[in-house]
């Protein structure tokens, strides 16, 4: 699905809101995510059964490896 527009949520027009509203009501319920997708001149519907909710991912140090993201993020040195 590379390359694809997202166009519409549960039959309405894609705006965030109504993304995050869908996935919110998804885990309440066991109905799927309807959404319309476009490629070009060709669209695509998908259901996403997916009832987990919105999740917020974070970063989590692993101490057994070596700290590359701190000198990635280090202040270059003039």
Not at 41 to 67: C, I, M, N, Q, W
Request: glycine fraction near 8%; charge should be positive.
């Amino acid at each position: 699905m590379i390359g694809m527009k997202l166009l519409a949520v549960d039959g309405l027009a894609y705006e965030a809101g109504r993304l995050t509203k869908a996935i919110e009501r998804a885990a309440k319920t066991k109905t799927p995510i309807e959404l319309i997708l476009s490629q070009g001149e060709v669209f695509k519907t998908a259901r996403v059964d997916y009832h987990g909710g919105l999740r917020y991912p974070h970063l989590v140090r692993d101490g057994s490896k070596p700290a590359l993201l701190d000198d990635i993020l280090a202040p270059r040195a003039r």
